[in-house]
């Protein structure tokens, strides 16, 4: 068994007023006085507002998360130390050499 899904707010008011809209629009234009050709009229536009609801766009859902894969064995990440360079700070600088015997 499957639910079914309900209809949105919005669903439910745009498929009131076109109801409610196109019958008065429908019965003015026509002039009509029948109780036929009133039948007629409001089930034409109870049907117009039934397509009317299902056709507003749902609300989109989030897709579902991914879940990431669990690891089994800690990830070991090797440190390597960075030489750094050694810049001088002018050209002319004399280079200290340990004296020698």
Same mark, same amino acid.
């Given at each position: 068994? !499957?639910? !079914? /899904?309900?209809?949105?707010?919005?669903?439910?008011?745009?498929?009131?007023?076109?109801?409610?809209? %196109?019958?008065?629009?429908?019965?003015?234009? %026509?002039?009509? %006085? %029948?109780?036929?050709?009133?039948?007629?009229?409001?089930?034409?536009?109870?049907?117009?507002?039934?397509?009317?609801?299902? !056709?507003?766009?749902? /609300?989109?859902?989030?897709?579902?998360?991914?879940?990431?894969?669990?690891? $089994?064995?800690?990830?070991?990440?090797?440190?390597?130390?960075?030489?750094?360079? $050694?810049?001088?700070?002018?050209?002319?600088?004399?280079?200290?050499?340990?004296?020698?015997?």
């Amino acid at each position: 068994m !499957t639910a !079914t /899904p309900r209809p949105t707010a919005a669903q439910l008011v745009y498929g009131s007023c076109t109801v409610i809209f %196109s019958t008065l629009a429908m019965l003015l234009l %026509s002039q009509t %006085s %029948s109780g036929l050709a009133i039948a007629v009229i409001a089930l034409c536009a109870l049907v117009l507002g039934l397509l009317v609801a299902m !056709t507003v766009p749902l /609300p989109k859902t989030a897709p579902p998360a991914v879940a990431e894969p669990v690891l $089994t064995e800690p990830v070991v990440t090797e440190r390597v130390p960075v030489q750094r360079a $050694t810049a001088s700070v002018g050209s002319a600088e004399h280079v200290r050499q340990p004296a020698g015997p």
